[in-house]
């Protein structure tokens, strides 16, 4: 028997608790709105590094149905953990699923690597899954694993630890009643650009966190001053905020859609090459990390501190634009 769910490839791709959920979701217009909901801000730790301004998916995404199943209870009730896997697939439920990935050969790594991967099919006959994670330079892509590479990595994560707990099983659901406010889009645009507290939208609070275009800009400016020292830096700092430009893209678009963004204005396009310009800069911080050659850092950091000048007068002068269309309203 086989049985693949279908996904799409995700726009954020940063970090696997993301790229897992949206790779289910975006596929829907109400997965679509949820992210345009939760994924406009970015915030930084002190102490930690830059990532995006919501709380921990699955378990705040209101179009999912999910469950929580820890290792020992998955081999209480099932002899072998490929029989859970597939079991959850025939109910249409996707996997997020913590394994040692050093087991599996596409990720190529020697030592010990505790990890979720995404999983949303199977294959009996050629005893298969269909997952996603990072493999060739971190890329994240969707391939196939032999069911005995599925067992050794299960069974090797014991003794192991991650920073979540549990297997995540979780699936579509519709909400009628889910609808997304564009006010609020616009107020956490607003929010990025201004580098304003946006913890009241979600009533939480954490004085160790600081927010927006200012905080992001400076925390990647110090990434940057540690490559080129030879300090352990933050490598997806970069990406992450790659990434969020996706996110600000589809939300730009939607707000010309929805008629808060005069179409002529061409704002979709006038990001888009902003957007083009931030990926050429984060080839060449890759290409400065790969060949060890730090000689176009100094380059980098200051093409870098234009670019995020560049993207606040952009942004500032669409939000204007935003708030005189709601006013015309």
């Known amino acids: 028997m086989k049985k693949v769910l279908e996904v799409v490839y995700p726009p954020i791709t940063s ?23 939760n994924y406009l801000q970015l915030s930084v730790v002190d102490v930690g590094g830059i990532d995006f301004f919501a709380l921990e998916p699955p378990l705040n995404c209101p179009v999912l149905h999910y469950q929580i199943m820890d290792h020992e209870l998955v081999d209480h009730v099932f002899q072998d953990p490929v029989q859970f896997v597939i079991h959850a697939i025939d109910q249409d439920y996707y996997l997020f699923v913590l394994l040692d990935t050093s087991r599996i050969k596409a990720v190529n790594a020697s030592w010990p690597r505790p990890h979720p991967v995404f ?22 892509e969707f391939l196939k694993i032999s069911f005995e590479e599925f067992r050794s990595s299960w069974t090797s994560y014991y003794g192991h630890d991650y920073w979540f707990k549990g297997n995540r099983l979780f699936k579509y659901a519709h909400k009628e009643d889910y609808i997304l406010d564009y006010e609020r889009v616009i107020t956490f645009i607003d929010d990025y650009v201004n580098s304003q507290n946006t913890m009241l939208g979600f009533h939480n609070f954490n004085r160790h966190l600081s927010f927006g275009l200012d905080a992001v800009a400076a925390r ?17 700092a970069f990406p992450i905020i790659c990434d969020h430009k996706e996110v600000m893209q589809l939300a730009i678009q939607q707000l010309e859609k929805k008629g808060y963004l005069d179409k002529n204005a061409s704002y979709s396009e006038g990001f888009r090459h902003l957007k083009q310009e931030l990926l050429i800069l984060k080839n060449l911080y890759l290409k400065i990390i790969f060949s060890e050659q730090p000689g176009q850092l100094q380059l980098l950091q200051l093409k870098v501190s234009r670019w995020f000048e560049q993207e ?12 005189a269309k709601t006013i015309e309203c």
């Open 312 to 323: 606040k007068e952009f942004l500032m002068k669409m939000i204007e634009h935003c708030r």
């Open 220 to 236: 990647l400016k110090l990434e940057l001053a540690r490559l080129g020292s030879g300090e352990r830096f933050d490598w997806v």
């Open 15 to 37: 970090y696997m608790t993301h790229a897992s959920i949206l790779s289910v979701v975006m596929k829907e217009e109400q997965g679509i709105n949820w992210l345009l909901g």
């Open 119 to 140: 999983i949303y099919g199977y294959c009996e006959e050629s005893e298969t899954f269909h997952i996603g994670e990072f493999f060739n330079g971190n890329r994240f």
